[in-house]
C-alpha cells in the first residue's frame, strides 16, 4: 500500500529544521529555531599541514538534527556506550574527521597519495543558546557488514539524565527504525499512569503498552522488537527545569 511505510528520518527532518520550511513571517520561523537548533562549526586543516587553517564547505551552519555515526566514536573513544562522553567532546573540543576531499593547497602529489583534509565539528551554542530540545539521529547505514551494525546499535547506552553546554535534559522518546517499520518508547502520562510505554502497530494490537513505571527504564541500551536490532534510532531529550517531572 503507497504510504504504508517511508522512511522516518527525512520525515522528521522536514518537520523540525525551520531551514526546510517557508515562513508566512520571516521574523518568526516555524519551527521557532530555539526548540531545536544548535549551530556546527566545523574546521579544515589538510594532513601535511594541521597548523594551517582552511576554508571548510560548510563553515559555520545551524542544525536541528544531531546526527551520530560510528566513525565519530572510533575518532575520540573505542567504547560506543559512552554518548555522553562523545557529546561532551562535540560540544568543547569537537570531532575529528577525514573528509574525502583533497587539499587543493599544498604542492602537488602522486595521485596515490593525496592530501587529505580534516574536518573539526563542534556544536556551539552562542547563536541564541541551548535549546528547548535535543534531537539525535543515530545512523548505522554506512555499517556495511550487517552483524557489525547491529553490534554496534545494540552498545549504545543512553543516559537518562543528559548535559548539553551547561544545561541538564531529560530523555524522553527513543525511536527505532528497522529498514521497514518505525515504532517507539515514550516517557509520558497515559490514563494517569505516568511511565515509560512502548507504541508499536505490530505488537499488542496496536495498543500502546506500559514497559515500565520507572521512568529511568527509558535508558540504557535498547534492541529492537521485531526479531533484529534496528538499525536506527531517534531521540528526543528534553531541557529539565529544576524540580519538574517531564511526561509527554
Not at 521574523?27 to 576554508?55: D, G, I
Not at 576531499?101 to 556551539?124: F, G, W, Y
Not at 545494540?154 to 515504532?183: C, I
Amino acid at each position: 500500500m503507497p504510504g504504508a511505510f517511508a522512511s522516518c528520518n527525512l520525515f522528521i527532518d522536514l518537520l523540525i529544521d525551520p531551514s526546510t520550511r517557508k515562513a508566512t513571517n520571516s521574523k518568526h520561523p516555524y519551527p521557532a529555531r530555539e526548540l531545536f537548533t544548535v549551530t556546527e562549526v566545523c574546521t579544515a586543516t589538510c594532513q601535511e599541514q594541521p597548523l594551517t587553517a582552511q576554508p571548510h564547505p560548510c563553515g559555520s551552519r545551524e542544525i536541528a538534527v544531531m546526527r551520530i555515526q560510528k566513525d565519530m566514536f572510533e575518532a575520540e573513544t573505542d567504547d560506543t556506550s559512552l554518548i555522553q562522553s562523545l557529546m561532551t567532546t562535540w560540544t568543547t573540543d569537537g570531532i575529528t574527521s577525514v573528509l574525502g576531499l583533497c587539499c587543493k593547497t599544498c604542492t602537488s602529489v602522486k595521485k596515490a597519495d593525496p592530501h587529505k583534509i580534516i574536518e573539526k565539528s563542534r556544536l556551539s551554542v552562542d547563536n541564541g543558546g541551548p535549546p528547548q530540545h535535543l534531537y539525535m539521529l543515530v545512523h548505522a547505514a554506512l555499517i556495511i557488514d550487517e552483524l557489525a551494525q547491529q553490534s554496534f546499535m545494540a552498545s549504545l547506552d543512553f543516559p537518562f539524565k543528559w548535559d548539553f553546554h551547561g544545561v541538564g535534559y531529560t530523555l524522553f522518546s527513543l525511536g527505532f527504525w528497522n529498514g521497514t517499520h518505525y515504532w517507539t518508547k515514550m516517557f509520558k502520562n497515559i490514563g494517569r499512569i505516568s511511565g515509560v510505554w512502548m507504541h508499536n502497530d505490530r505488537a499488542n494490537g496496536g495498543i500502546a503498552r506500559l514497559v515500565s513505571p520507572d521512568h529511568t527504564q527509558l535508558a540504557g541500551a535498547s534492541v529492537g522488537l521485531l526479531g533484529r536490532i534496528d538499525t536506527v534510532k531517534y531521540m528526543y531529550i528534553k531541557r529539565s527545569l529544576e524540580g519538574e517531572i517531564n511526561c509527554k
